[in-house]
T-cell receptor, first 114, second 115 residues
Framework: AQSVTQLGSHVSVSEGALVLLRCNYS??????LFWYVQYPNQGLQLLLK??????LVKGINGFEAEFKKSETSFHLTKPSAHMSDAAEYFC????????????FGSGTRLSIRP | DAGVTQSPTHLIKTRGQQVTLRCSPK?????VSWYQQALGQGPQFIFQ???????QRGNFPDRFSGHQFPNYSSELNVNALLLGDSALYLC??????????????FGEGSRLTVL
């Protein structure tokens, strides 16, 4: 079975500071990995996805994530936080054989301090 | 280009009743997935429809059923409602085509409250 664990239900950073949201995955087969963002009162939006083409994946709004097989991790980073980044972030996993069955983590709420 | 639209946006039911939620996928998409998101939790996969058939299913009881129509729109039906069914129900559409796996486009959801 596949699963993801997001470390930290709430992360708070100052505007301009580094954003680091942690995600570890469990999968018996090569995974597809995703980060989705949910802004208040909106649906989820895809930030980026990993499908084995490159271990460093760049997404929208300046976010990127690095796939580390040895650590089973797929952490999300952004060099400089902006107030508009405040949202709920979800890490998710699927597999090549079941690509559209996306399993989500419990989410990390990102707050930005002025 | 309209995105994913869901209706109704909010509804209140009592235990034992039945509910139907509706979803229109993003233009050009052929696959619809349904998720349940309880307060403070991540979305939980209910099932996925493609070519009017249920293709994959998560760990949800048979009380949860669905349908996909020839125009790709979809319905989620929940029978014999329980208090624990109170949640935000999200519809997501996608393309089954290779290279688009996991690229889900979500609607804003239907908030179901069961009293």
């Amino acid at each position: 079975a596949q699963s993801v664990t997001q470390l930290g239900s709430h992360v708070s950073v100052s505007e301009g500071a580094l954003v680091l949201l942690r995600c570890n995955y469990s999968s018996s087969v090569p995974p597809y990995l995703f980060w989705y963002v949910q802004y208040p009162n909106q649906g989820l939006q895809l930030l980026l996805k990993y499908t084995s083409a490159a271990t460093l994946v760049k997404g929208i709004n300046g976010f990127e994530a690095e796939f580390k097989k040895s650590e089973t991790s797929f952490h999300l980073t952004k060099p400089s936080a902006h107030m508009s980044d405040a949202a709920e972030y979800f890490c998710a996993v699927s597999s090549y054989s079941s690509a559209s069955k996306i399993i989500f983590g419990s989410g990390t709420r990102l707050s930005i301090r002025p | 280009d309209a995105g994913v639209t869901q209706s109704p946006t909010h509804l209140i039911k009592t235990r034992g009743q039945q509910v139907t939620l509706r979803c229109s996928p993003k233009s050009g998409h052929d696959t619809v997935s349904w998720y349940q998101q309880a307060l403070g939790q991540g979305p939980q996969f209910i099932f996925q429809y493609y070519e009017e058939e249920e293709r994959q299913r998560g760990n949800f009881p048979d009380r949860f059923s669905g349908h996909q129509f020839p125009n790709y729109s979809s319905e989620l039906n929940v029978n014999a409602l329980l208090l624990g069914d109170s949640a935000l129900y999200l519809c997501a559409s996608s393309l089954i085509a290779a290279g688009k796996a996991g690229e889900l486009f979500f609607g804003e959801g239907s908030r179901l409250t069961v009293l």
